[in-house]
């Protein structure tokens, strides 16, 4: 019942169907359990779920061999002389494995995390045995080797800050502006839900006094996630320059 016959080809689309279902069965249950666990346990579930798709492409390829009519204790004999003579092929390989275990173990960056990695920075979709996956410029997913990962910079570890600056005339009396930020800042930071701490107020900047309109770059500095910098950026914008509107302070 071994070799080029219909009883072994119906054994070879057994096994590869059991090992679609393995496959697609162990996804389904780790985004589960991904799900309810933190960010690093959702890396682990990615990383075990990488791992079980090679193991199950191994089992396979092993059982299919056999029905076939390949000896399967050949191909585990001679295991020892393909390893050897893909080991210079296949260094990177083992070097991207290595690298994503280490990535997980130290707790480097996790799934969700914003990083910047060999100065390109972007959200880590995906951390699998070979690559990392991460969406940079807003839809673009950049595809980085493991091995290849050399500068991380985890953007998601502490709290990130968001500075905005204004530029007023020297005209305005600056006492005028102080209290009346000192006075809105924090209704302003109540508005929105991102901010974790702040608005503050951080004093003169700088002083222009060589232009024709003289001005005074007034500081204000707040926190958040790194994943909500731009939103928060744009909405203190937003709340001062109408604030200054209001009060009818003219920004340069």
């Given at each position: 019942m071994?070799?080029?016959n219909?009883?072994s080809?119906?054994s070879?689309?057994?096994?590869l169907?059991?090992?679609y279902?393995?496959n697609?069965?162990?996804?389904v249950i780790?985004?589960?359990?991904?799900g309810?666990?933190?960010?690093?346990g959702?890396t682990?579930?990615?990383l075990l779920y990488s791992c079980?798709?090679?193991?199950?492409?191994f089992?396979?390829?092993y059982?299919s061999h056999g029905?076939?009519?390949f000896?399967?204790?050949?191909?585990?004999?001679?295991?020892?002389?393909?390893s050897?003579?893909?080991?210079?092929?296949?260094k990177?390989?083992i070097?991207d494995?290595?690298g994503?275990?280490?990535?997980?173990f130290?707790?480097?960056f996790?799934?969700?995390?914003i990083?910047?990695?060999n100065?390109?920075?972007g959200?880590?979709?995906e951390l699998?045995?070979r690559s990392?996956?991460?969406k940079?410029?807003?839809s673009n997913i950049?595809?980085?080797?493991?091995?290849?990962?050399?500068d991380i910079l985890?953007?998601s570890?502490?709290?990130?800050r968001v500075?905005?600056?204004f530029q007023i005339s020297?005209q305005?009396?600056?006492?005028k502006?102080?209290?009346l930020l000192?006075q809105?800042l924090?209704?302003?930071?109540?508005?929105c839900?991102?901010?974790?701490?702040g608005p503050?107020?951080?004093?003169v900047i700088?002083i222009s006094?060589?232009?024709?309109?003289p001005?005074?770059t007034?500081?204000?500095?707040a926190?958040?996630?790194?994943?909500?910098?731009e939103k928060?950026?744009?909405?203190?914008?937003r709340?001062?320059s109408?604030?200054?509107e209001q009060?009818q302070?003219?920004?340069k």
């Amino acid at each position: 019942m071994r070799g080029l016959n219909l009883f072994s080809l119906s054994s070879v689309l057994i096994v590869l169907g059991i090992a679609y279902l393995i496959n697609l069965t162990s996804d389904v249950i780790l985004r589960i359990t991904g799900g309810f666990l933190s960010a690093n346990g959702e890396t682990v579930c990615r990383l075990l779920y990488s791992c079980l798709k090679y193991l199950t492409a191994f089992g396979a390829l092993y059982y299919s061999h056999g029905y076939l009519g390949f000896p399967t204790s050949t191909v585990v004999a001679s295991l020892g002389i393909v390893s050897l003579a893909l080991s210079l092929g296949a260094k990177d390989l083992i070097a991207d494995i290595l690298g994503g275990i280490a990535i997980v173990f130290e707790n480097s960056f996790q799934v969700g995390d914003i990083v910047e990695l060999n100065g390109k920075r972007g959200k880590v979709m995906e951390l699998g045995m070979r690559s990392t996956k991460m969406k940079v410029d807003g839809s673009n997913i950049l595809v980085l080797n493991n091995h290849d990962i050399r500068d991380i910079l985890n953007l998601s570890k502490e709290s990130s800050r968001v500075k905005v600056e204004f530029q007023i005339s020297n005209q305005e009396p600056l006492t005028k502006v102080e209290a009346l930020l000192e006075q809105k800042l924090p209704e302003i930071g109540a508005k929105c839900d991102k901010i974790l701490s702040g608005p503050i107020y951080l004093g003169v900047i700088s002083i222009s006094g060589k232009s024709v309109q003289p001005t005074k770059t007034l500081g204000i500095l707040a926190t958040c996630e790194q994943k909500d910098v731009e939103k928060v950026g744009l909405f203190l914008n937003r709340e001062i320059s109408l604030l200054f509107e209001q009060e009818q302070i003219e920004l340069k």
